[in-house]
């Protein structure tokens, strides 16, 4: 036994970075070169070939009938593939699934997924055999087309590559993750594929534009509309790095006394319809989408989903907008040709680089299947030379037969014949004997020495090659044509800008409402505008009252202005109605601390706001700016310590003057021009005090004067014309205010 210290003599000092680094190398190799990235040969990575020449190599052809997934995963993970059986088996419903390629290449029987999302059957219940794309991809790897390789153990062969013609990386498209570097090929029209590989074998030197008069753009076994420029595409194809906008396909029906819903019958690639239909619902539960009301799924085979608005006077463009922009009914899906060259090399490419080495490698094919079929030609006409030295000897070749032990070398020596031409006399059957006429032995020699003839000239010539691949093309083709049911295209080209932003006005249906906020602040919002003299309207909780009430429209923006100099945003259409006393508005916002709402009021558009806080400063800002997007609200005023928020007035279109009143029931009257607007700031100084604060500030026009309430029930208002004697520079001092002016020291 030997000595278990002998272990450490194996032990190699190395830096830990290095050592590290090595080996993440060379599985980041493995992982692009051997994994994640397609060929661009065939299309494929090693799972999906593996997995095609294991059913290939089990018989499962198209007319043949189908075998359980569980032996084919089980014979490709055995012999070819050594992974996780369950890896395999994804890998091999993806290839069965009408909805994920477009040419599918195994043809599965049972639950393989849907288009919902769902996930296919486990493999043992499921089957499978190959479709006649498959075949056609496997075409030719019995006629020495494709270098083979042992398998991971030594016990099998595998090939290389696929040599058939069909165009699968473009055709199927391909995506994968490797260290470092990814690919995503969306699948495209196999008829524009090899419309346009025949127009650069007709023109090896044309421009990249030429091939898009062929290649419209993807084409997705789900449909859909591609919505982007005709150049945008082009671009996207020129540098092989990009992305295409994909569009759910609608159409409009109508129904009775003008009503309508919305029908989506084709939705984006590789988005699961139940995840879309949960994305809108949640749209409708959390009301961010008011204008669509409910959605249905009625799909069949065949994809249906109903949308139905509001109302019949929504716009439908303005509903989809909507959800374009708001759900997968519209997604990005993006191009990077990443994909392994002929020399196992990973670059992006452009389309017409990837047509090229495409091209290139069907030449080698083409020889290959020549060279392959010239070298059986001379075997057997070197067979047929036998049979018919055979058929001219014929009594003699029996009597060396009958007579000699070993007949083999005489013959070999009578008649000049090798050794292939002798053992296969020898092992001819008696029944053969009369169907060796010498008429028919020399018409199969001839007609195989013109095939052998042609196939040498084709060998030799970079024309006829061409000329060969073409017309192969072409009959590939016509069992793609657009006009057949598999090779129609599925997707449009329709170019279209991106999805409008709408405004929340267009979502909301446009109603009047009376919105009333009570002293405890509980705040509703009535439908109409009633009278706010009604005391009917205008009850309230024992022991509240009344501190807010205006009129307003389902489509405002409601500002909340607390003490702290926070604003927050109520939106109209969400206020809680009217029939009882409300809700607390600390439930709709987040309201600091112990601050009190000071004011209440539409944002109109357009609005300016003055505000001032009680150490006397102040500016102007924007109605609109002062909206806020969360319950945490926006600070707007920057208070100094000590002091609050007390004044929040709009400004009126023709207000040109300030006046400000102090505690000191001292009053200034200055030009708005004077005060800044600002987004965010303490502002300026309005007036200047001694002792105490500002009581209040508003804005008049200086022609028409200032004017105030007498208070009373008689209701009247007192106007003073002139007010020159109060007219001075913001920061002033001021003096008494008119005469009768409130005692309350509100304007």
């Known amino acids: 036994m030997s000595d278990p210290t002998d272990i450490f003599d194996k032990i190699v000092d190395a830096p830990f970075d290095e050592a590290l680094s090595e080996r993440y190398l060379v599985y980041a190799l493995s992982t692009i070169t051997a994994r994640s990235l397609p060929d661009v040969r065939d299309g494929l990575k090693p799972v999906h070939r593996r997995l095609l020449w294991a059913m290939r190599l089990l018989r499962l052809d198209p007319a043949s009938g189908y075998k359980k997934c569980a032996r084919v995963v089980g014979d490709t993970i055995g012999k070819y593939h050594p992974h996780g059986d369950q890896s395999v088996y994804d890998a091999m419903v993806r290839l069965a699934q009408t909805f994920s390629l477009r040419y599918p290449l195994v043809d599965g029987q049972g639950n393989f997924g849907n288009i919902d999302g769902d996930n296919a059957a486990a493999y043992r219940y499921t089957e499978a055999r190959l479709t006649a794309t498959a075949v056609e991809l496997m075409d030719g790897l019995d006629e020495g087309s494709a270098d083979f390789r042992p398998t991971y153990n030594n016990e099998d062969e595998e090939p290389e590559i696929f040599p058939g013609l069909f165009p699968n990386l473009l055709a199927n498209g391909a995506s994968g993750i490797a260290v470092g570097m990814a690919t995503s090929i969306p699948p495209h029209n196999a008829a524009e594929i090899i419309d346009a590989a025949v127009h650069l074998i007709d023109n090896p030197k044309a421009e990249h534009s030429a091939l898009m008069d062929f290649v419209s753009g993807p084409d997705f076994p789900t449909g859909g509309v591609v919505v982007d420029s005709a150049e945008a595409i082009a671009g996207a194809y020129a540098t092989g790095r990009g992305g295409f906008r994909v569009r759910a396909r609608w159409e409009l029906e109508k129904g009775a006394q003008g009503s309508w819903a919305a029908i989506i019958t084709e939705i984006p690639?590789?988005?699961?319809?139940?995840?879309?239909?949960?994305?809108?619902?949640?749209?409708?539960?959390?009301?961010?989408?008011?204008?669509?009301?409910?959605?249905?799924?009625?799909?069949?085979?065949?994809?249906?989903?109903?949308?139905?608005?509001?109302?019949?006077?929504?716009?439908?463009?303005?509903?989809?907008?909507?959800?374009?922009?708001?759900?997968?009914?519209?997604?990005?899906?993006?191009?990077?040709?990443?994909?392994?060259?002929?020399?196992?090399?990973?670059?992006?490419?452009?389309?017409?680089?990837?047509?090229?080495?495409?091209?290139?490698?069907?030449?080698?094919?083409?020889?290959?299947?020549?060279?392959?079929?010239?070298?059986?030609?001379?075997?057997?006409?070197?067979?047929?030379?036998?049979?018919?030295?055979?058929?001219?000897?014929?009594?003699?070749?029996?009597?060396?037969?009958?007579?000699?032990?070993?007949?083999?070398?005489?013959?070999?020596?009578?008649?000049?014949?090798?050794?292939r031409q002798a053992e296969a006399i020898l092992n001819m059957?008696?029944?053969?004997?009369?169907?060796?006429?010498?008429?028919?032995?020399?018409?199969?020699?001839?007609?195989?020495?013109?095939?052998?003839?042609?196939?040498?000239?084709?060998?030799?010539?970079?024309?006829?090659?061409?000329?060969?691949?073409?017309?192969?093309?072409?009959?590939?083709?016509?069992?793609?044509?657009?006009?057949?049911?598999?090779?129609?295209?599925?997707?449009?080209?329709?170019?279209?800008?991106?999805?409008?932003?709408?405004?929340?006005?267009?979502?909301?249906?446009?109603?009047?409402?009376?919105?009333?906020?009570?002293?405890?602040?509980?705040?509703?919002?009535?439908?109409?505008?009633?009278?706010?003299?009604?005391?009917?309207?205008?009850?309230?909780?024992?022991?509240?009252?009344?501190?807010?009430?205006?009129?307003?429209?389902?489509?405002?923006?409601?500002?909340?202005?607390?003490?702290?100099?926070?604003?927050?945003?109520?939106?109209?259409?969400?206020?809680?109605?009217?029939?009882?006393?409300?809700?607390?508005?600390?439930?709709?916002?987040?309201?600091?601390?112990?601050?009190?709402?000071?004011?209440?009021?539409?944002?109109?558009?357009?609005?300016?706001?003055?505000?001032?806080?009680?150490?006397?400063?102040?500016?102007?800002?924007?109605?609109?700016?002062?909206?806020?997007?969360?319950?945490?609200?926006?600070?707007?005023?920057?208070?100094?310590?000590?002091?609050?928020?007390?004044?929040?007035?709009?400004?009126?279109?023709?207000?040109?003057?300030?006046?400000?009143?102090?505690?000191?029931?001292?009053?200034?009257?200055?030009?708005?021009?004077?005060?800044?607007?600002?987004?965010?700031?303490?502002?300026?100084?309005?007036?200047?005090?001694r002792d105490g604060g500002l009581s209040d500030a508003t804005t008049f026009s200086f022609a028409e004067g200032l004017s105030w309430e007498m208070g009373g029930a008689t209701g009247r208002v007192r106007t003073e014309a002139d007010l020159s004697g109060w007219r001075t520079a913001r920061g002033a001092a001021g003096r008494m205010p008119p005469l009768g002016f409130p005692r309350a020291n509100r304007f």
């Open 269 to 419: 690639y590789q988005v699961p319809k139940s995840k879309l239909i949960e994305q809108i619902a949640s749209l409708i539960g959390d009301k961010k989408l008011p204008i669509l009301t409910d959605i249905r799924d009625e799909s069949d085979e065949l994809i249906r989903i109903v949308l139905e608005p509001r109302s019949r006077t929504v716009e439908p463009q303005v509903l989809m907008d909507s959800l374009f922009r708001l759900t997968d009914l519209e997604v990005r899906i993006s191009l990077n040709l990443n994909v392994l060259d002929a020399k196992r090399t990973p670059r992006v490419m452009s389309l017409r680089e990837v047509l090229t080495e495409w091209l290139d490698h069907q030449i080698i094919v083409l020889v290959r299947r020549a060279e392959h079929r010239v070298a059986k030609i001379v075997d057997r006409a070197e067979l047929l030379e036998g049979y018919l030295i055979a058929y001219l000897n014929l009594d003699r070749v029996i009597e060396i037969i009958r007579q000699e032990d070993e007949p083999k070398p005489v013959m070999i020596a009578e008649f000049g014949l090798t050794d």
């Open 429 to 689: 059957r008696l029944r053969s004997l009369r169907k060796l006429e010498e008429m028919q032995i020399r018409k199969e020699r001839d007609a195989l020495e013109k095939e052998r003839e042609e196939l040498a000239r084709l060998i030799e010539s970079r024309p006829r090659q061409l000329t060969r691949l073409k017309k192969n093309l072409a009959a590939l083709r016509e069992r793609y044509a657009p006009d057949t049911l598999l090779g129609a295209r599925r997707t449009s080209i329709e170019e279209a800008g991106p999805a409008r932003e709408i405004p929340l006005e267009a979502m909301i249906e446009r109603e009047p409402i009376t919105v009333i906020m009570s002293l405890r602040g509980w705040v509703r919002a009535m439908k109409g505008h009633v009278d706010l003299a009604n005391p009917e309207a205008m009850k309230f909780k024992e022991g509240d009252g009344p501190k807010f009430a205006f009129h307003a429209q389902t489509t405002d923006k409601i500002l909340l202005a607390a003490e702290n100099g926070r604003f927050y945003t109520l939106a109209a259409d969400k206020l809680p109605g009217g029939r009882g006393f409300g809700e607390p508005v600390r439930l709709i916002v987040d309201l600091e601390g112990e601050g009190n709402a000071i004011a209440l009021m539409p944002a109109a558009a357009g609005a300016k706001l003055l505000l001032a806080s009680s150490d006397g400063r102040g500016f102007v800002t924007s109605a609109s700016g002062a909206v806020a997007e969360t319950r945490k609200g926006k600070q707007i005023v920057n208070l100094r310590e000590g002091s609050k928020l007390n004044v929040v007035r709009q400004i009126g279109a023709g207000d040109d003057y300030v006046a400000a009143i102090g505690e000191n029931r001292k009053m200034v009257v200055f030009p708005i021009a004077e005060l800044p607007e600002m987004g965010r700031g303490q502002g300026v100084q309005l007036q200047r005090y």
